[in-house]
């Protein structure tokens, strides 16, 4: 029999601190430790945010235990670990999904809205292939360091250039305001100029220190805001190579 909410966190007071995607981890972990006539049985939001979420919790915290539960289900179901029952009767009973499954509590849900941070739909597609599975696993610094080597090569290989043009120097050549292989001449000097510096400093800043010692990162959100530079570097590189003869 799956233990209760109040089994898991027994002060009530600290339930109403955790965020809905907190709370959902805990949720989701008691979810899947039901047998499976218990998900037939008590899969429904009413019963789990209601009757049975709010056992063993002082009464003058039932409505608002209550309430944050459905804060974590709404959220779940958001996000795919939960799904409405097909057919009639059943409409307001859940399943738990194959991607719910697969998490089976607070730890996997924590991996999975770290890489949900990684938004894969809006990056370069080089990006996803060769940094996605060292952000998931958490490892930040290699994934920024792979993310901007990608670039490094991508921007080398459009200009032309050869293996021992490498880092700042390379970017400057390549976007050089005068001659750059890939400077768009349509752009004013200022603008020209300023390309040059974003990718300049771009590597300089995420590339280098990071392929010469530790440099901790340890907050999803910024390796994911960096990683998108990246990608957006790669964008201007591919829209500034010379068209195939």
């Avoid at 050089?176 to 590597?203: R, S, Y």
Wanted: proline share 7%; with cysteine; aromatic share 8%.
């Amino acid at each position: 029999m799956a233990k209760l909410i109040s089994e898991a966190i027994p002060n009530a007071e600290d339930l109403l601190a955790l965020a809905p995607e907190e709370l959902a981890g805990v949720l989701m972990e008691i979810l899947n430790s039901m047998s499976a006539q218990e998900q037939e049985a008590k899969l429904n939001p009413a019963i789990i945010c209601g009757e049975f979420g709010i056992q063993g919790y002082p009464n003058q915290f039932s409505d608002p235990v209550s309430l944050a539960l459905m804060e974590a289900w709404v959220w779940l179901e958001r996000e795919g670990f939960l799904a409405a029952r097909p057919g009639g009767f059943n409409l307001n009973y859940h399943f738990v999904t194959r991607r719910g499954k697969r998490t089976k509590g607070a730890t996997d849900l924590a991996a999975y809205r770290q890489a949900s941070l990684l938004s894969v739909a809006s990056l370069h597609p080089m990006i996803v292939q060769k940094v996605s599975s060292a952000f998931l696993r958490g490892e930040y610094e290699t994934a920024i360091f792979q993310a901007y080597k990608e670039l490094e090569v991508a921007v080398r290989d459009a200009g032309g250039f050869v293996p021992t043009d490498i880092g700042t120097d390379l970017m400057r050549k390549a976007f050089n305001k005068d001659n750059g292989p890939l400077t768009d001449m349509t752009l004013p000097d200022a603008e020209k100029e300023a390309t040059a510096h974003v990718f300049a400093g771009a590597i300089g800043l995420f590339k280098n220190p990071h392929g010469h010692r530790n440099v901790p990162v340890t907050d999803p959100r910024e390796a994911a805001s960096i990683i998108g530079l990246a990608s957006f570097l790669l964008g201007i590189v591919d829209r500034a190579k010379p068209p195939t003869p």
